[in-house]
């Protein structure tokens, strides 16, 4: 009953107004039309002008129906993206006067002025709150302690979005709260040059993602110094911004590529090694392209994870091969550059380091990630042929 009493005060609000949505459905058609232009162009003629030109004619004339057709795919995807983004809403639900009395209450106790308080039922049908707060006091009042209280209150546990302001002052100022995750993430990396270089050309990254995880990055320059760095911090710059932009992982893949096949001799190759973490759901998703095998620890037992695709840049379009895994309380994910298994006994490196890895009783991963170095270190005697990044996440419940 209150279920139903709750979804009939449920006010449903768009994020844009109505002219700004119709004005973004209208571009994503725009880029539909350009797409399908791109997708239906006929090569027929080409192939039988082709026919008795020089191979070098033949094999430009097939990269630029490539090129048409990875362009395509880019146009739909940024098509579906202000589609989606047009459409976004939100269910904003007021909490019953006594609930909202008992909230204010219990705030005004540890000094807080309370205006508005609402839930917000999000796409991913997790609760969030939003509040109208003040400080009453001299001395700042957090979004941390006013979302421990909401805790209590709600029995949910609750953070404060990362949007919000961190401090409470004497103004009445929105405040998000949101469900907590599942699970809790820790990380920690080791990296060592190549002798005789003052830069890796091994380069990682780690963000934030959607208020749902945490992605971790490894890309690997061809070859090593100074070139091989910019090539390998290009390739992470670009994902990052193609991921915050609302890109799936594929697309932004397919993207980056077509960056880099077209910067001819200009852009090295590199490879590319990402791992989503859903802290809410407790899943992984791996997205290798070229890159090095990524390991998953649970207890003494290890999964190796491998891949056999081509660096970017080889191929103007490619198919990077995806792995999901659902983890549990525990796990550990280890992440490596090419050089870490290159360092290991002829060829077999692979193999050695699940064996190392499933010995390993540490469970700081910074430690693990040291460990791990230093172990590949002391196997070649200290020569160093080519760049190391070790990259460590742990995986615990959020309790």
Same mark, same amino acid.
Not at 216 to 232: F, H, L, R, V, W
């Given at each position: 009953?209150?279920?139903?009493?709750?979804?009939?005060?449920?006010?449903?609000?768009?994020?844009?107004?109505?002219?700004g949505?119709?004005?973004?459905?209208?571009?994503?058609?725009?880029f539909?039309?350009l797409?399908?232009?791109?997708?239906?162009?006929?090569?027929?003629d080409?192939?039988?002008?082709?026919?008795?030109?020089?191979?070098?004619?033949?094999?430009?004339?097939?990269?630029?129906l490539?090129n048409?057709e990875?362009?395509?795919?880019?146009l739909?995807?940024?098509?579906?993206?202000m589609?989606?983004?047009?459409?976004?809403?939100?269910?904003y639900?007021?909490?019953?006067?006594?609930k909202?009395?008992?909230?204010?209450?219990?705030?005004?106790?540890?000094?807080?002025?309370?205006?508005?308080?609402?839930?917000?039922?999000?796409?991913?049908?997790? +609760?969030?709150?939003?509040? %109208?707060?003040?400080? $009453?006091? =001299?001395?700042?009042? /957090?979004?941390?302690e !006013? #979302?421990?209280?909401?805790?209590?209150?709600?029995?949910?546990r609750l953070?404060?979005?990362?949007?919000?302001?961190?401090?409470?002052?004497?103004?009445?100022?929105?405040?998000?709260?949101?469900?907590?995750?599942?699970?809790?993430?820790?990380?920690?990396?080791?990296?060592?040059v190549?002798?005789?270089?003052s830069?890796?050309?091994?380069?990682?990254?780690?963000?934030?993602?959607?208020?749902?995880?945490?992605?971790?990055?490894?890309?690997?320059?061809?070859?090593?110094?100074?070139?091989?760095?910019?090539?390998?911090?290009?390739?992470?710059?670009?994902?990052?911004?193609?991921?915050?932009?609302?890109?799936?992982?594929?697309?932004?893949?397919?993207?980056?590529?077509?960056?880099?096949?077209?910067?001819?001799?200009?852009?090295?190759?590199?490879? +590319?090694?990402?791992c989503? %973490?859903?802290?809410? $759901?407790? =899943?992984?998703?791996? /997205?290798?392209?070229? !890159? #090095?095998?990524?390991y998953?620890?649970?207890?003494?037992?290890?999964?190796?994870?491998?891949?056999?695709?081509?660096?970017?840049?080889?191929?103007?379009k490619?198919?990077?091969?995806?792995?999901?895994?659902?983890?549990?309380?525990?796990?550990?994910?280890?992440?490596?550059?090419?050089?870490?298994?290159?360092?290991?006994?002829?060829?077999?490196?692979?193999?050695?380091?699940?064996?190392?890895?499933?010995?390993?009783?540490?469970?700081?991963?910074?430690?693990?990630?040291?460990?791990?170095?230093?172990?590949?270190i002391?196997?070649?005697?200290?020569?160093?042929?080519?760049?190391?990044?070790?990259?460590?996440?742990?995986?615990?419940?959020?309790?």
């Amino acid at each position: 009953m209150k279920e139903k009493r709750a979804e009939k005060n449920q006010v449903r609000v768009m994020i844009l107004p109505e002219y700004g949505k119709q004005k973004l459905l209208t571009y994503a058609d725009s880029f539909k039309d350009l797409a399908d232009v791109f997708e239906k162009f006929d090569s027929g003629d080409d192939e039988r002008e082709t026919a008795g030109a020089d191979r070098s004619e033949y094999l430009y004339r097939r990269k630029v129906l490539e090129n048409r057709e990875i362009m395509a795919g880019h146009l739909h995807e940024m098509a579906q993206i202000m589609t989606e983004v047009a459409k976004v809403s939100f269910a904003y639900v007021p909490l019953s006067d006594r609930k909202a009395r008992q909230v204010a209450h219990a705030l005004k106790q540890e000094g807080i002025s309370l205006k508005e308080i609402h839930y917000i039922e999000n796409t991913n049908g997790r +609760l969030e709150i939003g509040a %109208l707060l003040a400080s $009453e006091k =001299t001395k700042g009042i /957090t979004g941390e302690e !006013a #979302a421990a209280i909401l805790s209590v209150l709600f029995d949910k546990r609750l953070m404060v979005s990362k949007e919000t302001d961190y401090y409470l002052d004497e103004k009445y100022r929105d405040f998000h709260f949101i469900e907590e995750p599942a699970y809790i993430v820790l990380t920690g990396t080791a990296k060592a040059v190549k002798e005789n270089e003052s830069v890796s050309g091994d380069n990682f990254s780690q963000f934030e993602m959607d208020k749902s995880g945490l992605v971790m990055m490894i890309s690997d320059g061809m070859g090593s110094g100074e070139k091989a760095c910019a090539d390998s911090l290009r390739v992470l710059d670009l994902m990052e911004r193609m991921l915050s932009a609302g890109f799936s992982g594929e697309s932004a893949v397919q993207m980056v590529n077509t960056s880099l096949s077209m910067g001819g001799a200009e852009s090295n190759m590199s490879t +590319l090694d990402v791992c989503f %973490l859903n802290l809410y $759901e407790g =899943t992984m998703e791996l /997205t290798k392209v070229g !890159a #090095a095998s990524t390991y998953l620890k649970r207890d003494n037992m290890v999964e190796q994870i491998s891949s056999h695709n081509l660096p970017l840049g080889v191929f103007g379009k490619l198919e990077p091969e995806v792995t999901t895994r659902k983890l549990i309380d525990g796990d550990y994910i280890i992440m490596v550059s090419d050089g870490v298994l290159d360092g290991l006994s002829q060829g077999i490196g692979e193999e050695v380091l699940s064996e190392v890895i499933s010995r390993i009783t540490l469970e700081n991963p910074a430690e693990i990630a040291g460990y791990l170095l230093n172990y590949v270190i002391r196997s070649c005697k200290g020569a160093i042929r080519d760049d190391m990044t070790v990259l460590v996440a742990g995986i615990w419940e959020n309790t």
